[in-house]
Nanobody, 124 residues
Framework: QVQLVESGGGSVQAGGSLRLSCAVS????????MGWFRQAPGKEREGVVV???????TYAGAAKGRFTISKDNAKNTLYLQMNSLKPEDTAMYYC??????????????????WGQGTQVTVSS
C-alpha cells in the first residue's frame, strides 16, 4: 500500500514562507501523478497544485506566483514551497498520488492515495 506522510506545516505571519514535504513509500514519485490539496474549516477540499508524472505542473489560481511544487526523485519526496502566505491560505494541507499520468479528475480530488495532512496557519 502506498503511503504518504506530510510534514512542515506550522504557524506563520502573513508574508512568511513554509515548505511542506510529502514523503512517499512503496511508490516511486517519478512514476506518479502527485498534488497538494487543502481544506479550510467549513470549506470543501480544493486542489492547490498538481505535478504530472512527466513533470507538467498545473496550479490553481490562488497558488500561481506564490507556491512552487517540486519532486526530489532521489529522496522520493514531494515538496510545496509556499511564499507570501496570506491568512486565507490557512488550511489543512494534504498530498495525494495516483500511478501514471494525472486523470482529469485528479485536481478535483479523485486521487487514490492520500496523506494524513499537515496544518498551516497564517496570522495577519
Amino acid at each position: 500500500q502506498v503511503q504518504l506522510v506530510e510534514s512542515g506545516g506550522g504557524s506563520v505571519q502573513a508574508g512568511g514562507s513554509l515548505r511542506l514535504s510529502c514523503a512517499v513509500s512503496r511508490a516511486t514519485v517519478s512514476n506518479y501523478c502527485m498534488g497538494w490539496f487543502r481544506q479550510a474549516p467549513g470549506k470543501e477540499r480544493e486542489g492547490v497544485v498538481v505535478i504530472d508524472s512527466d513533470g507538467r505542473v498545473t496550479y490553481a489560481g490562488a497558488a500561481k506566483g506564490r507556491f512552487t511544487i517540486s519532486k526530489d526523485n532521489a529522496k522520493n519526496t514531494l515538496y510545496l514551497q509556499m511564499n507570501s502566505l496570506k491568512p486565507e491560505d490557512t488550511a489543512m494541507y494534504y498530498c495525494a498520488a495516483d500511478e501514471g499520468y494525472c486523470s482529469g479528475g485528479f485536481f478535483r480530488g479523485s486521487g487514490s492515495y492520500w496523506g494524513q495532512g499537515t496544518q498551516v496557519t497564517v496570522s495577519s
